[in-house]
């Protein structure tokens, strides 16, 4: 049997935002990967010829109605990941109507095996910064963003329980670089790499569950972190690589100041 048959199907939402343009190439060299958005204009051209493509609005059931005929996993990425973002200009369609429908749609679709979906930080950004975040602790949303985070994670639960079909949560932390002025410790401790991102994402895709609910943190092995990662460690072999502190050789400069957090 050749290669080409033995490649699973994975449909991608998100695919042109920041972490989508890292991932779409990655997942790409292993998966049929389709690409679903309401706008995929700005999708490199160079994966053209490697994607299927399918431009429609999540907030639209109707649309979104067997959309996941012959797709085996869903990484949903998509929504409106501003902080500021306003419940009714966009949050409630963008991040509410879109992850209910793709998940009710996921649960319903035989074939889909497992749904893994983007959390955030946000979904607990209202804790102090000197407190290292855990999955076990109560969801804190400093942001509207955050809370519908929050809302995803619980939905997904809810499905997983109750369909018994796999969903993982991400709280991804900060993705955007940390140069010049950003070159902060709250953007040093929450940093995840695009490397360890797609790793991330495999282990997801690939680990074996005892349960059909999983919500993991999404940071790379920083000497400092916001968020702890050891349930993805253990749950998923999760194993990153980078280092924000030695990466942007900073460790001396912000341990000097570690009081000093912006």
């Keep these: 049997m050749s290669e080409q048959v033995q490649k699973q199907t994975l449909m991608l939402t998100g695919a042109t935002g920041q972490i989508g343009k890292v991932l779409t190439p990655h997942l790409a060299d292993t998966y049929h990967l389709v690409v679903v958005d309401k706008d995929l ?31 085996d996993y869903v990484v949903h990425l998509a929504g409106d990941p501003r902080p500021d973002a306003d419940f009714y200009d966009s949050l409630l369609d963008a991040n509410f109507k879109v992850t209910f429908n793709l998940f009710k749609e996921a649960v319903e679709t035989k074939s889909v095996e497992r749904v893994i979906f983007a959390s955030s930080i946000h979904a607990v950004g209202g804790y102090p910064l000197d407190t290292q975040v855990n999955v076990d602790m109560i969801p804190r949303p400093a942001d509207l963003y ?3 985070k929050v809302y995803a994670e619980v939905l997904a639960s809810h499905f997983a329980f109750k369909h018994q079909k796999t969903f993982i949560g991400i709280r991804i932390g900060g993705f955007d670089g940390i140069e010049g002025e950003s070159e902060t410790l709250e953007n040093l401790i929450k940093y ?3 490397r360890d991102m797609c790793h991330l994402v495999d282990r997801c895709l690939n680990a074996s569950l005892k349960k059909p609910f999983l919500l ?3 940071v790379s092995d920083n000497t400092y972190k916001r968020l702890d990662i050891q349930e993805a460690r253990e749950t998923i072999q999760y194993e990153p690589q980078d280092n924000a502190f030695e990466q942007y050789g900073l460790f001396e400069k912000i341990t000097d100041n570690i009081g000093n957090i912006k």
């Design 146 to 148: 955050g809370v519908s």
């Design 192 to 194: 995840l790499s695009p």
């Design 41 to 71: 204009s700005e999708l490199d051209k160079d994966l053209s010829n490697k994607v299927k493509k399918v431009e429609c609005n999540l907030s639209d059931p109707k649309q979104t109605k067997d959309l996941l005929k012959d797709i």
């Design 216 to 218: 993991v943190n999404g």
